[in-house]
């Protein structure tokens, strides 16, 4: 059921997902990582998608951001219909219009976290400057540093820098702080709150740890390939109050 406050944010959800399924075969046997997912996502909001390894969430963000496709049912982004597009315009989106963060950093080791940075911008439409998106995860003095020259939270920081300065209207992570401790964690989830409250990126965090939860508007929790429960968040709790 769709809040007020969900039905105020925008004229209608950033995406729509009706009836996804995805089935993989492995070898003789049909692994089936989604059972018929119905769910949409709201412009600005942060949606923690929870649940055990196995249970479909991986593979919900990656049909989300055009990195896979579904087996049956549809998926809309804004008014493009993801499920029916090319693989050229499937690229052009993930380009245009998605932000990726994944539980491991991915950062070219000889360059700089500043010029790490500058990979995406150098290609990207509108994009912000590599310093401006490394200051606002709190990075703004360890811009000439490289990747061996930072902690795993650094390094975690620098790769949402790097997902953020192309300016993407949705923002998807992956596990963000599970190779983390939960100090260094907390650190991440800041940065990704800040990006969520100023930049005003949808965001879309999974996680199998409900410690997290706490920071979302909204949680979604999957099982077995199912959405078993939705809830909201009447009061989010800022990063540094979440423990595990």
């Not at 539980?103 to 911008?121: G, H, K």
């Not at 800040?194 to 706490?214: C, K, M, Q, S």
Request: aromatic residues 6%; proline residues 4%; hydrophobic residues 40%.
């Amino acid at each position: 059921m769709v809040s007020d406050r969900d039905r105020t944010r925008a004229p209608g959800p950033v995406f729509r997902a009706r009836g996804l399924t995805k089935i993989y075969p492995m070898g003789e046997v049909q692994v089936q990582a989604l059972r018929g997912i119905d769910l949409d996502l709201y412009e600005g909001e942060l949606v923690v998608l929870l649940g055990a390894s196995g249970s479909g969430k991986s593979t919900l963000l990656n049909i989300l951001g055009g990195l896979d496709t579904a087996t049956e049912g549809a998926v809309w982004y804004r008014e493009q219909d993801l499920t029916r597009a090319t693989d050229r315009e499937l690229t052009e989106y993930r380009r245009e219009h998605v932000g990726f963060v994944f539980q491991f950093y991915n950062l070219i080791p000889s360059l700089t976290a500043c010029e790490n940075v500058a990979v995406v911008t150098e290609i990207a439409r509108d994009p912000m400057a590599p310093e401006e998106a490394l200051a606002l995860v709190g990075l703004h003095e360890r811009v000439d540093h490289f990747p061996a020259q930072l902690s795993g939270g650094e390094q975690q920081r620098v790769a949402i820098a790097r997902a953020i300065a192309k300016r993407p209207a949705v923002l998807l992570c992956d596990e963000p702080t599970g190779a983390l401790d939960s100090a260094t964690g907390i650190v991440v989830l800041e940065a990704l709150s800040r990006v969520n409250r100023e930049l005003g990126t949808t965001t879309a965090l999974i996680t199998h740890n409900a410690g997290i939860a706490d920071l979302a508007d909204r949680v979604v929790r999957l099982s077995d390939g199912r959405i078993v429960e939705v809830y909201e968040n009447r009061q989010k709790k800022p990063a540094s109050a979440l423990s595990w």
